[in-house]
C-alpha cells in the first residue's frame, strides 16, 4: 500500500474521534474560504469551491457551516486572512513530503514544520524539491461494499475519470482536476458513497519504506503535520509493505 491511498486509509482510521473530526472541519472551513475568496462565492462558476464543498459533504459537515465559510470568503462575514503556502521537504527512509498550508502568521508556521521535520531525522527542502514528484489530480475513494467494480468503472470512465485503483477494501478512482466534479456528480446521482474526495497530489513514483523503525517515525512525522493547525493536507511517496504495516497497527 502506498502513497497517497495508505495515507488516506490510516487518516480515516484515526479520524473517527471527535477532536479529530473538529481539526478536519476546521480544515475544510479554511479551504471553502479562501477558495470563495479567489475564485467567488457561486461553485457553478468555481471549481476549487465545488470540490471543497463535495469534501466537506463527505465529511458530513451542516450546510450552514459551509455556508458561513462561503461569506467569510466572499467578504459578507468577517473573518481571518489566511495565507497559503507549500512547503518541500524528505522525511524518514528518503520520502518525498508535500505540506499544505494556510496561516495567518507564516514566521510561525515555518518553524513549527522544520522543528517537525528535524525532530523525525528528515529536513524542510527549498521550493520545488520535491513537487515535481506529483502530479495533481481528483480523487475519491469509495468503499467497496455494495459496489459492482464493472459497473463503478464503467459510471466514472465515461464521466471522464482517468484510473480506478483497487486498495484492500476500497477503489481509488483518480481524475484530472478539471473533470473531478464531472465524475462526482453521477457518484452522488447513483446514490454511490465515497469516503474521502478532493483534490491530491498523486506520486509519480514511490520509495520503499522496508524497515520497521524508519516507517514508524515517518508516520509519526506525517501524523504531527497533519495534526498541526496550520496544515491543510499533507503529500508523500512512500510505500510500506503490509506486514509492516500490521505490526503497526
Known amino acids: 500500500m502506498s502513497g497517497h491511498s ?14 479529530k473530526r473538529g481539526k478536519m472541519f476546521t480544515k475544510l472551513i479554511k479551504e471553502i474560504t479562501i477558495a470563495a475568496r479567489t475564485g467567488g462565492g457561486d ?15 463527505t465529511e458530513n459537515m451542516p450546510k450552514d457551516n459551509i455556508d458561513r465559510a462561503i461569506k467569510k470568503g466572499t467578504g459578507e462575514l468577517d473573518g481571518a486572512i489566511y495565507e497559503e503556502i507549500l512547503y518541500e521537504g524528505y522525511g524518514p527512509g528518503g520520502v518525498a ?37 506529483f502530479d495533481k489530480k481528483g ?45 462526482v456528480e453521477p457518484l452522488e446521482a447513483g446514490d454511490i458513497h465515497f469516503s474521502d474526495a478532493g483534490l491530491a497530489m498523486i506520486p509519480r513514483n514511490t ?20 495534526d498541526h493547525d496550520d496544515v491543510q493536507k499533507v503529500h508523500a511517496n512512500f510505500d510500506i509493505p503490509d506486514e509492516i504495516m500490521n505490526n503497526l497497527s
Open 207 to 226: 520509495v520503499e519504506v522496508s524497515e520497521e523503525k524508519t516507517a514508524q517515525s515517518l508516520l509519526r512525522l506525517l501524523e504531527n503535520l497533519e
Open 6 to 19: 495508505k495515507w488516506s486509509t490510516i487518516k480515516r482510521k484515526k479520524g473517527a474521534n471527535d477532536a
Open 97 to 133: 513530503i508535500l505540506v499544505e498550508t494556510m496561516t495567518d502568521n507564516k514566521n510561525r508556521t515555518v518553524a513549527d514544520i522544520r522543528h517537525f521535520f528535524a525532530k523525525s531525522g528528515g529536513n524542510l527542502g527549498e521550493s520545488n524539491c520535491v513537487a515535481w514528484m
Open 139 to 183: 480523487s475519491l475513494t469509495v468503499d467497496k461494499e455494495g459496489v459492482r467494480e464493472d459497473a463503478l468503472m464503467e459510471l466514472v470512465l465515461e464521466a471522464g475519470a482517468e484510473d480506478i485503483v483497487e486498495e484492500d477494501d476500497s477503489y481509488q478512482i483518480l481524475t484530472a482536476p478539471e473533470d473531478f466534479n464531472d465524475v
Open 43 to 57: 461553485p457553478i462558476g468555481n471549481p476549487r469551491l465545488r470540490s471543497a464543498i463535495t469534501a466537506a459533504k
